[in-house]
């Protein structure tokens, strides 16, 4: 059931690139098409990997700890790739107190986006996280609708529908603790933590809901 749920939000998402070829959303020529889809799913690849190995980490420590760790590494290594690439972006760009404040929202959402992250793999999973993500796309739409003026395709709400129906199946397939159980944790998740949104803690605690 939930490989069924997973096929059937990726044929959704075939249905939303199906709209933007019909549509001509992309109006940029890419001068190598190929070379970009190809990145476009390493990245992807990389994405999936990094959520897969979150989950592990905050199914076993501590949410500070797992947290703390990526944004200590995270500014580490993307200071690093943008003192090496962005160099001259940097240089280049308007800084005044309208970007500031662009920059400021952006990190402030960020920040709470992989703050409530780990719980998520907690509660759910990054296989649940990954699905979900899916519909930021018909979002991303919606609000250019009335800032860019972009025009919805009949499309959108069939692949919208699918990627949900996709979700819905997917959770018929789940045993009683749904995602939150790890199986790598042992039969009774001795193995992991008993912090907020974790199975253990539900065993341990009855009726709590995180």
């Known amino acids: 059931m939930q490989i069924i749920g ?17 549509t001509g959303t992309n109006q940029f020529e890419p001068l190598d098409a190929v070379k970009g889809d190809l990145f476009a799913l390493l990245g992807a690849t990389f994405y999936g990997f990094s959520n897969i190995t979150e989950e592990f980490f905050v199914s076993k420590r501590p949410l500070y700890e797992v947290v703390g760790m990526m944004g200590l590494f995270g500014m580490i290594i993307n200071g690093v790739q943008a003192g090496i690439f962005d ?29 409530m992250g780990p719980l998520i793999f907690r509660m759910g999973s990054a296989v649940f996280l990954n699905i979900s993500l899916l519909t930021t796309n018909f979002w991303g739409v919606c609000i250019g609708t009335q800032v860019f003026g972009y025009e919805i395709h009949y499309l959108y709400p069939i692949a919208f529908v699918c990627i949900i129906l ?34 253990r803690r539900r065993a341990e605690n009855p009726g709590t809901i995180v």
């Open 6 to 22: 997973v096929l059937v939000c990726i044929g959704g998402v075939g249905i939303l690139l199906a709209s933007d070829y019909i």
């Open 87 to 115: 160099r001259t972006s940097f240089q280049n760009a308007t800084w005044d107190s309208a970007v500031g404040g662009y920059l400021t929202g952006y990190t402030l959402a960020l920040a709470l986006f992989y703050s």
């Open 166 to 199: 996709g979700q819905v199946v997917y959770f018929l397939g789940k045993k009683t603790w749904g995602d939150a159980f790890k199986p790598w944790l042992g039969k009774n998740q001795e193995k992991g933590s008993n912090g907020i949104g974790t199975a």
